[in-house]
């Protein structure tokens, strides 16, 4: 297979994991290598992500490993094989990668949570919400840019409004609530799409409160998406130059313990959607 120049991210999770089972059973690149007949060049852009595997490859290598995880072999497999050109292919060149690598990873995700503290979260955004904060942070982007931006966020959406929709939960502070990211008619606007997104049986939306005391979860905001196996759940977060992809183990269970301890001490749904409704009628 050809090297790639640039992989996606999903193709580097793959190499990722292929790497870790290899550690894990105590081989270097270059014995792992020879169990494939190939060299440790091949084999190390294999787990870069830079070169593609075969089926047949990833299954060798698995039992070569000792990996009797059967789901995730398979879901390996999957990851392998996969050739999904999505919606997302479009905006290739016309915005940064890890922002395609965004929409492909929601395109795969078995469910998704979202923690915000000063925006609603992307996906229950509406144009002009999502318009306003774009040019707000970006103000020398032209505007054919910024819709270009907000065009690929309302396309995002996909996954929770298609006819199999991805089980999806957002723990949303009063804060991001309350700022007026637009006008008044904008907030009001995007208040009433959070409550009717809420309704729907796929989506639960949890409110967490000002008056909470003994809160020191404000630092944990977070998207969590669940992977066909646990162990190729992916936390997204907000870094300097854009998206950052976690993957590490010992994260996942971190930020999983943090999503748990902040869903305990949110409004249960009924309750924040009577929040909510509170709150629109105070505009």
């Known amino acids: 297979m ?9 193709q580097e999770r793959l190499g990722a994991e292929l790497r870790k089972l290899r550690e894990a059973a105590g081989l270097n690149g270059r014995e792992a290598a020879a169990l494939l007949g190939t060299d440790a060049a091949q084999m190390s852009q294999i787990e870069a992500g830079t070169a593609g595997v075969s089926e047949e490859r990833v299954r060798r ?9 059967a789901a ?89 409004e298609r006819p199999d929709p991805v089980p999806y939960e957002a723990l949303v502070h009063e804060a991001a609530l309350r700022i007026r990211v637009g006008d008044r008619n904008a907030a009001r606007a995007q208040l009433s799409r959070v409550l009717e997104l809420s309704e ?19 630092g944990s905001a977070m998207v969590y998406s669940g992977g066909s196996v646990p162990r190729l759940d992916t936390v997204v977060r907000d870094g300097p130059s854009g998206p950052v992809f976690i993957d590490a183990e010992a994260q996942l269970s971190r930020y999983r313990t943090l999503f748990r301890r902040v869903e305990a001490v949110s409004l249960d749904p009924d309750r924040s959607r009577d929040f909510i409704h509170r709150l629109a009628k105070e505009l």
């Open 2 to 10: 050809p090297r790639r120049r640039e992989p996606t991210a999903r």
């Open 61 to 69: 290598l698995a039992a070569q490993y000792s990996c009797t995880d």
């Open 72 to 160: 995730l072999i398979d879901a390996l497999v999957a990851m392998a094989t996969d050739r999904t050109r999505g919606w997302w292919e479009e905006y290739r060149g016309r915005l940064p990668t890890p922002f395609m690598d965004l929409p492909e990873l929601e395109h795969h995700a078995s469910y998704r949570w979202d923690v915000e503290f000063l925006h609603v979260p992307g996906l229950l955004q509406t144009p002009e919400y999502a318009r306003a904060l774009f040019a707000y942070v970006n103000p020398e982007f032209p505007e054919g840019d910024i819709e270009r931006w907000v065009e690929h966020r309302m396309r995002r959406r996909v996954i929770i």
């Open 200 to 218: 729907a049986d796929h989506v639960t939306v949890r409110v967490i409160p000002f008056e909470l005391d003994n809160f020191g979860g404000s």
